[in-house]
C-alpha cells in the first residue's frame, strides 16, 4: 500500500512539474540542509516566486507534496488524500498562476538510493552540497559510500545547471575536481568562489548574532545575522549567495536579502531563559560533526556566568556511535564547559568522554530521562549562565528548553516539536 501511495505521488509530482517548468535548486548534505534551504529561500524570495519544503517535508513523501502545493501530510486521513489528488488534478487541468517559478528542495537521504529516487522526481537545475558527515552510516556503512549518495545529485543535473558545493570539506575535494558541470564553490577556504571570513558572535544594538564578511567576484559585503549564532549559518549564507549568483543576482543585493535571514527551529537559536540565562536551541537534530561545532559555539558566546551543555542520544551512529559520542565529551572539556548534563544510554558516552579529558566529576550528571529531569537544571542554573541544549530528533530534547525557558507559553510558536506542559 505505502508503495503504490509513493508511486501514485511521484507520478502527480513529475506531471506538475512537467505543466509548470519551474527551476529546481536540490539541496543534499549529512548536515546544513535545513539552513542552507532557508538561507536560500531568503535571498530568493524577493526576486522570484518561490517555494520550498517545510518542517521535515524532505523524503519520498515530503517532497512530492511540496512540489503539489500541499500544506500538511494527510497522515492516515482518508479524505485528506482524496483532496490533495483532486488538487494535484486540479494543478494539471487548469494553469494555475500562483504556482512558484522556483522550487528550492531539500532532500535527504537516510539509506542508499534516497538521492537517487528524490532527483528522479525533481530533477535539479542547481544542486547544493552542504557537508559530509557519519550522520546515517548505521545504513551506509562507510563515509564513502554516504560521498557516494549525496554526490549522485550531480548526476541528475539538467543541461546547464550549476553544482554549489562546500570547498572546506575535505570529503567532496574529489567530487569537485570530477564535476563536470557548472560550479560554484563556497566556503571559509582561500579559493571559494563565495568566501565567508571574519565569522564571529558578536553584540549589535543589545542583540547577539553572528557577524561575518561575503566575499566574491573583488566584492566584499559585511554581514550580520541577529539572533542566529554560529558559523554554520555564515556557511549557508555563503550557500546562498552561490546560488543568487547562478541565478544572476550580484552579491550587494544578496547580502541585504541576507539580513533577513531566519533559520528553522532547533538550529542554535537564541532563546531567554529563566533567571536572565540564555538558551542556544540546537534540538532539531545531531550528530558528532554539529554537536562539536554547537560546543564551540558556546565557548565562544560572551559568558557572565557558567556555560553548560545539555546533550540527549545522538542517534543512527552505527558503530561510530561510541566513538563519536565520545569524542563530543572530550572536546567539551577541553574547551573549558563548565558543567556537561547528558540524557539517554548512547550519551553515557559523552560523560565517560569528558572525564577522560579531565572534567571533574561533580560537574557531570546523567540523566535516564528529560521528562520529570527540569526541576534539577532549574535549581542549578543560575543568572549569566549560558545554556546550550541538543540532540538527535528521537531524543526529544526540546523539551528540556521547555523546562528552562522563560517564557514557555511561546513553546509552540519557537521549540521544534511537541512538549510536555
Not at 535545513?34 to 521535515?56: P, W, Y
Not at 546515517?136 to 563515509?143: K, L, R, T
Not at 542517534?315 to 548534563?341: K, M, N, P
Request: proline share 4%; hydrophobic share 40%; net charge positive.
Amino acid at each position: 500500500m505505502k508503495k503504490l501511495l509513493y508511486f501514485k505521488l511521484k507520478i502527480l509530482a513529475r506531471l506538475v512539474l512537467a505543466r509548470y517548468k519551474p527551476k529546481i535548486i536540490g539541496i543534499t548534505g549529512s548536515v546544513g540542509k535545513t539552513s542552507a534551504r532557508e538561507a536560500i529561500f531568503c535571498v530568493l524570495r524577493e526576486d522570484f516566486k518561490v517555494r520550498r519544503n517545510v518542517k521535515n517535508f524532505n523524503n519520498e513523501i515530503g517532497v512530492p507534496l511540496t512540489i503539489l502545493l500541499a500544506k500538511a501530510n494527510p497522515g492516515k486521513n482518508i479524505f485528506r488524500w482524496l483532496f490533495l489528488f483532486l488538487s494535484a488534478c486540479g494543478l494539471l487541468i487548469f494553469k494555475s498562476r500562483r504556482y512558484p517559478r522556483v522550487l528550492v528542495l531539500e532532500m535527504a537521504a537516510d539509506r542508499p538510493g534516497d538521492i537517487d529516487y528524490l532527483s528522479s522526481i525533481a530533477q535539479p537545475d542547481i544542486a547544493v552540497i552542504t557537508a559530509i558527515g557519519p550522520s546515517h552510516i548505521e545504513y551506509f556503512g562507510s563515509i564513502k559510500n554516504i560521498i557516494r549518495e549525496k554526490s549522485s545529485i550531480l548526476k541528475k543535473l539538467g543541461t546547464g545547471g550549476w553544482a554549489i558545493i562546500n570547498f572546506d570539506d575535505e570529503n567532496l575535494k574529489e567530487v569537485i575536481k570530477n564535476c563536470k558541470c557548472r560550479t560554484k564553490t563556497f566556503g571559509q577556504g582561500e579559493g571559494s568562489d563565495v568566501q565567508v571570513t571574519n565569522i564571529k558572535i558578536s553584540q549589535h544594538q543589545d542583540q547577539y548574532g553572528t557577524s561575518f564578511k561575503l566575499r566574491s567576484q573583488g566584492s566584499e559585503t559585511p554581514m550580520f545575522l541577529p539572533g542566529v549564532l554560529g558559523w554554520q549559518h555564515a556557511q549557508a549564507a555563503a550557500a546562498a549567495a552561490a546560488v543568487g549568483l547562478a541565478m544572476g543576482m550580484n552579491i550587494v543585493r544578496i547580502g541585504e536579502r541576507l539580513g533577513h535571514y531566519v533559520p528553522a527551529r532547533g538550529r542554535t537559536n537564541l532563546i531567554p531563559g529563566i533567571k536572565k540565562t540564555w538558551i542556544i536551541d540546537d534540538t532539531y537534530n545531531a550528530s558528532p560533526q554539529s554537536a562539536k561545532a554547537a560546543l564551540q559555539i558556546l565557548h565562544d558566546m560572551p559568558a557572565n556566568g557558567s556555560r553548560i551543555a545539555i546533550f540527549g542520544d545522538m542517534l543512527e551512529l552505527g558503530a561510530h556511535s561510541e566513538q563519536g559520542h565520545q569524542e563530543v565529551g572530550r572536546l567539551a572539556a577541553q574547551l573549558g564547559i563548565d558543567y556537561l548534563y547528558v540524557f539517554g544510554e548512547r550519551s553515557r558516552d559523552i560523560a565517560r568522554g569528558a572525564r577522560e579529558a579531565g572534567m571533574d566529576e561533580d560537574k557531570i550528571y546523567h540523566f535516564p530521562f528529560v521528562v520529570r529531569s527540569g526541576q534539577f537544571v532549574q535549581e542549578r542554573v543560575k543568572p549569566g549562565d549560558v545554556i546550550l541544549v541538543k540532540g538527535s530528533r528521537g531524543s526529544k530534547m526540546e523539551q528540556m528548553v521547555f523546562e528552562i525557558m522563560a517564557k514557555p507559553w511561546e513553546a509552540s510558536e519557537v521549540l521544534v516539536g511537541k512538549v510536555q506542559r
